[in-house]
């Protein structure tokens, strides 16, 4: 998460690069789960537009992520091209991408961590493809649960010259059934835990300028939305050595 701003504890937290919840707990979490519909996304021809919506552990205040879920963005020689592909990470390991996926299609993304290892799983409901990855990690904290539209990061070879994409245009998206759970308590919604909702916001030379923001939780079905605002442009960002 690139942070553009410090904010206060449960209040609304802006990022160069995330939006939706992130939750927080004094206890480790062990779980956490969305089903989405993907959103299909428009290409007007600019180039490095990219959006993704996935669930996972970390990231909100530490260095780590464990995560899953799709990219979808503007491909092809003039960047018309909308594609989508399903994909599971261990941040700062970099992504691995699983199977396609196309507008329309239910996915379900979850993180589970179990006996000292994360489970990450992906599925598509709607054609039955799914994918796994199992791995531990010493160092993850385990400290916050996320449920994310992100402008992911691209970088060269070397990791030397590294941006965020513009956020493609993907209309609207709703993050539904999105759950968590600690260790040694049940399951829970994002409104049974002490959360913090995220605006993505690209910065100006005075202030910032919004490209999405995300709804209120409807507590009746662990559910939220996410409205695109504007693309921003790719800006550069560092990365610190890759492990």
């Known amino acids: 998460m690139v942070r553009a701003a410090v904010s206060g504890s449960g209040e609304p ?4 690069n995330w ?3 992130a939750a927080t707990s004094t206890k480790k979490f062990t779980y956490v789960h969305s089903e989405f519909v993907q959103p299909a996304v428009k290409c007007p021809g600019v180039k490095d537009q990219f959006t ?5 552990l970390d ?3 530490d260095n780590t992520v464990e995560q899953d879920g799709t990219f979808a963005f503007c491909g092809g020689p003039t960047s018309t091209t909308p594609e989508y592909v399903a994909w599971y990470e ?8 699983v199977f396609p996926v196309k507008p329309g299609d239910v996915i379900d993304a979850s993180v589970d961590y179990t006996a000292g290892q994360f489970v990450l799983t992906v ?15 010493a160092s993850c904290e385990r400290a916050s649960a996320e449920w994310i539209v992100e402008r992911p990061a691209g970088c060269n070879a070397s990791f030397t010259k590294c ?18 759970r600690t ?10 835990f002490y959360n913090y909702p995220i605006y993505m916001v690209s910065p100006l030379k005075r202030g910032f300028i919004s490209l999405d923001a995300p709804g209120p939780v409807d507590n009746a079905t662990d559910s939220f939305p996410v409205t695109w605002y504007r693309a921003g442009t790719p800006i550069p960002i560092t990365f610190g050595p890759r492990g």
């Open 183 to 192: 260790a040694g308590s049940r399951a829970e919604g994002i409104s049974g």
């Open 52 to 56: 993704s919506n996935w669930v996972g």
């Open 19 to 21: 939006s939706g919840y």
């Open 13 to 16: 937290t802006i990022s160069e």
């Open 90 to 97: 261990m941040f700062p390991a970099g992504s691995v991408e």
């Open 123 to 137: 599925s598509d409901l709607s054609t039955g493809k799914t994918a796994t990855d199992t791995a531990a990690c």
């Open 59 to 61: 990231g909100f205040a």
């Open 163 to 180: 941006f965020l994409f513009a956020l493609a245009d993907f209309g609207n998206t709703t993050m539904s059934e999105d759950i968590a």
